[in-house]
């Protein structure tokens, strides 16, 4: 059986999660948290999470994890067959990585854990996300998914990310990251609702008080 290792605060832990209840397939959860021991450096290379264990040994990367889930096992696609087709999902999930999730990202501390971030560092991450959030307003379809007709990866990183990014923009900065994208907001909306995403909010918010308590020890 596949097994998932992480934690279920982690975004990127929760897109592969996605992948694998959208596709029917059985797996196995396992805690996980970032970190350089010995123990985690035998399953992540650089002691991230998610991590992947299938027969062989592990997959690591998000998105690397979601593509080998493509390869090679059953259920409904999350990535086209036609090279372009892909190649334009992959491009949108890319985007959305490292132009509103990384700048986004940068604040969490103070967002989410009352951890002060410089005001340079703000400043920048602000102007940032504008710009990684114009991109997408040009890149994405929302027809009704990010990509299209259908559910693929770049809804997995839309979801789990953008959503972070918008409670950035609104605590921090005063803003509504998705105001001039109500077909983006809508579909936010919208995959927010479905069964798989309510079932890792609901894991989520149950694992919340652990993890919070593990970051308070570490100030």
Known sequence: ???????SVSNYYNMVKHALLEKGLPFE?????????????AISPR?????????QGFVNETSVILQYLE?????????????FERAQVLALAKEIELYIELPARACFGEAFF??????AIKEKAKAELLLGIASLGRHGQFAPYVAGATLSVADLYFLYSV???????????????????????????????????????ADKDAAMPQFLAMIAARK
């Open 1 to 7: 059986m596949l097994k998932l290792y992480g934690f």
């Open 29 to 41: 959860e396992v805690a996980f948290y970032p970190g350089q021991s010995p123990e985690a450096l």
């Open 47 to 55: 002691g991230k999470v998610p991590v992947l264990g299938v027969e």
């Open 71 to 83: 390869d090679t096992q059953p259920g409904p696609a999350l990535l086209p067959k036609t090279p």
């Open 114 to 119: 009352g951890m002060p971030v410089p005001e």
């Open 163 to 201: 959503s972070l990014a918008c409670a950035v923009g609104k605590k921090l900065f005063d803003l509504d990251l998705l105001a001039e994208l109500p077909a983006a907001r809508a579909l936010l909306e919208q995959l927010e609702q479905t069964p798989h995403a309510k079932r890792i909010a």
